[in-house]
């Protein structure tokens, strides 16, 4: 379930990138499906991160990850974007054990097998089948990775499904005839991955849809829809033809990410849709089963607008719960724009209540649930919106105990006889 984390989408995401040189996308790629969010901002150089000794990933922001609750914490790539050298962190992948007790200034790390494609490192989203033994990494192809034995299956046969050309409704779209197209046959997602922990499908947003400007000719509309891949029958279906399934981004901010969790107790998705106004609900359900979109209205402390989060279910999908991020309205100047802050959303009230801040920010960290347990870890401790100010949190693991709302640096595991059913995220 969560994402299947990151962080945690719509339009122009960085999970989407291609063969990369140097970190960076290479110059033919359109600037169109050039990744553009606060993802990848430049920052200008600061000082770099301590180096990280054995198995330990090394300090660094927006990672792709997945967590399997009580087993492990899976991370992979991610921007040093605070260093003398702006780039991307391609060849490393790293697990967190959830199912031994460890402590912040002493995790349970591992460095695992990375894949190597041969065609040039690429970034993009992992989603985790429903009995946590395989990860799906998606990259405009699919890989497997095998949990148990450490090893990956690149570039599995998939089928893409893909329904026919349609005509919008739309007014704003009615461009050559409001034909609609979306972008090539890419088996990839926008951010976030969430896994059906009954079915095994997994949902993400799908690539912004592409429409034709008689002056720009193709460009991305302000439009994404739910895409969905069936590890079952290794099918990757975009759904353009169903406005139920699409998300208008004119109306949420077009061009930034959003982080997208599953509800198994629900049986919903939720998206927190980064940078909306102040005062406006950020928060939007999804109902698998109508595919329709809910802007919810939702009380108690609500969070503030930010990007960067920590999105993750909770106790089996009854709660959800969202932590840090940078504010997306701070000034320019502001240098503590980065947060701490942490909240926990009760699904069945659509009440938000805020918990004890974290010890430190975390923009753009990854996060996993285990229990009562919150995990957080990496990102930026320190940010400035104008990118002046850009420092690496270089913590240990932060734990987060839901049940007491409080935070400290020991991991004690769930009692297998205690445990509910897991869930996954990315």
Not at 9 to 31: C, D, H, K, R, Y
Not at 90 to 113: G, I, Q, R
Not at 126 to 135: A, E, V
Not at 395 to 423: E, L
Request: hydrophobic share 35%.
């Amino acid at each position: 379930m969560h994402f299947s984390m990151s962080a945690a989408a719509i339009v122009v995401a960085a999970a989407f990138l291609t063969a990369s040189v140097n970190g960076q996308p290479p110059s033919w790629i359109p600037p169109s499906w050039r990744p553009t969010s606060t993802h990848i901002q430049r920052p200008r150089p600061t000082a770099d991160p301590t180096p990280t000794p054995g198995d330990a990933p090394p300090p660094r922001a927006f990672a792709n990850f997945a967590f399997s609750e009580h087993q492990k914490l899976f991370i992979s790539n991610g921007w040093f974007g605070w260093a003398s050298n702006w780039k991307g962190i391609y060849n490393e992948f790293h697990s967190l054990d959830l199912s031994v007790p460890w402590t912040s200034d002493k995790p349970a790390w591992e460095k695992l097998a990375y894949r190597s494609t041969g065609e040039g490192e690429t970034a993009g989203q992992f989603g985790i089948s429903k009995d946590n033994m395989t990860l799906y990494f998606f990259d405009g192809k699919v890989h497997k990775y095998n949990v148990k034995t450490n090893t990956w299956d690149l570039n599995i046969d998939s089928v893409f499904t893909r329904p026919p050309k349609n005509i919008s409704d739309d007014p704003a779209l009615d461009l050559h005839k409001g034909k609609m197209y979306p972008h090539g046959d890419m088996r990839s997602f926008k951010a976030d991955v969430a896994t059906d922990p009954e079915t095994g499908v997994m949902y993400g947003f799908g690539e912004s849809i592409q429409v034709w400007d008689e002056v720009y000719r193709w460009r991305t509309s302000p439009y994404a829809s739910i895409a969905t891949f069936d590890p079952a029958t290794n099918n990757y279906t975009r759904p353009y033809d169903n406005d139920a399934h699409r998300v208008k981004l004119s109306d949420i901010r077009s061009g930034v990410v959003n982080s997208l969790v599953l509800s198994a107790a629900a049986k919903k998705l939720y998206a927190f849709m980064w940078e909306m106004d102040d005062g406006e609900s950020a928060l939007f359900e999804y109902n698998i089963l109508s595919m329709k979109w809910t802007q919810l209205n939702t009380t108690g402390d609500i969070p503030s607008p930010r990007a960067g989060l920590c999105f993750a279910p909770a106790y089996g999908g009854t709660k959800l719960i969202l932590a840090g991020g940078r504010s997306s309205t701070a000034p320019d100047d502001d240098t503590n724009a980065a947060l701490n802050d942490v909240y926990l959303y009760d699904v069945a009230t659509s009440v938000w209540t805020k918990m004890a801040s974290a010890p430190s920010p975390h923009h753009g960290g990854v996060c996993a649930v285990s229990g009562d347990s919150f995990i957080i870890w990496g990102g930026y401790s320190a940010y400035s919106n104008n990118n002046e100010v850009i420092v690496a949190n270089e913590d240990g693991p932060a734990i987060f105990n839901m049940s007491s709302n409080t935070w400290g640096t020991t991991y004690t595991p769930t009692p297998v006889g205690a445990r509910s059913p897991s869930f996954v995220s990315q």
